[in-house]
């Protein structure tokens, strides 16, 4: 197995514009989330970038970064564009996709992804879950809740559904959270499919690959990482880099 980690990042997020490149604890957000990745030591780290400024914000702090046509509709269309730059002889079987709005992401979390391809031949796409947060969870349809068939330890499950509805019975959920490790034939499958009617009926990508009988499995993290979608989401990283020291260095 030889993996390789690509950031999709874009200027264009309508809830928080110009957001890879906001600064938390001295930092831009994607450099942040670019040396996280570095950190957990998987493999090679390369920022997917739809905007000349981001691949700027890379290339300054030390980082790879390819500049992908902005029109590109989905973070897997621009990860596959920069492959063909990065890896144009498919030397890496293993496709690691990171989200560009998760500075803080523990780096053993990624290799904890990226383990669960390696352990199981059988399995094209790991992801990870996390517990709830409190019982508001179940019922929130912004949380996605992970329907999985967990290990006796506890550290892993195979995914047998996702969704954003209220799941039958007061026990605590999974929530899923959108980092993603594909064996390149898989992700090159999916991206080739339209829309499923489960994705488009519950807004879930990951629906569209176990419709298309790719298997999943799920890797369980201690708790979420912090993730920045919106203006509060930001004060809320900044907060924490502040309270933990955060500055310049991987959490």
């Given amino acids: 197995m030889n993996p390789i980690v690509v950031i999709p990042a874009r200027m ?19 450099v942040r989330v670019l040396r996280q990745a570095q950190a957990a ?9 739809g905007d000349a400024a981001i691949v700027e914000a890379v290339e300054r702090a030390g980082g790879r970064a390819v500049l992908t046509d902005p029109a590109l509709p989905s973070g897997s269309d621009r990860i596959l564009a920069a492959l063909e730059v990065l890896d144009p002889d498919r030397r890496h079987d293993v496709v690691i996709n990171l989200q560009g709005d998760m500075p803080f992401v523990q780096p053993s979390v990624l ?24 019982p508001a ?5 912004d949380v996605v809740k992970a329907v999985l068939a967990m290990e006796q330890d506890g550290l892993s499950g195979r ?14 959920i999974w929530r899923h959270i959108g980092i993603y490790g594909y064996r ?7 991206n080739a499919a339209p829309p499923s009617p489960l994705e488009k009926r519950e807004k879930l990508e990951q ?26 989401d930001l004060e809320a990283a900044r907060a924490y880099s502040n309270s933990n020291g955060a500055a310049g260095k991987t959490a």
């Fill in 184 to 190: 390149r034939a898989a992700l090159e499958a999916f």
């Fill in 111 to 134: 290799g904890a992804c990226a383990d669960l391809l390696g352990a199981h031949p059988g399995c094209d796409i790991a992801t990870v879950v996390a517990p709830e947060a409190s």
């Fill in 12 to 30: 264009a997020a309508t809830r928080l514009p110009d957001k890879p490149l906001a600064d938390i604890g001295g930092l831009p957000m994607i």
């Fill in 41 to 49: 030591g998987i493999g090679p780290v390369a920022v997917a970038a």
């Fill in 159 to 172: 995914a047998l559904y996702f969704t954003r509805s209220t799941l039958y019975g007061d026990a605590p």
């Fill in 207 to 232: 629906l569209r690959a176990m419709e298309l009988g790719l298997s999943l499995r799920a890797a369980a993290a201690a708790e979420a990482p912090i993730s920045v979608d919106n203006p509060s």
């Fill in 137 to 141: 969870d179940r019922s929130n349809p």
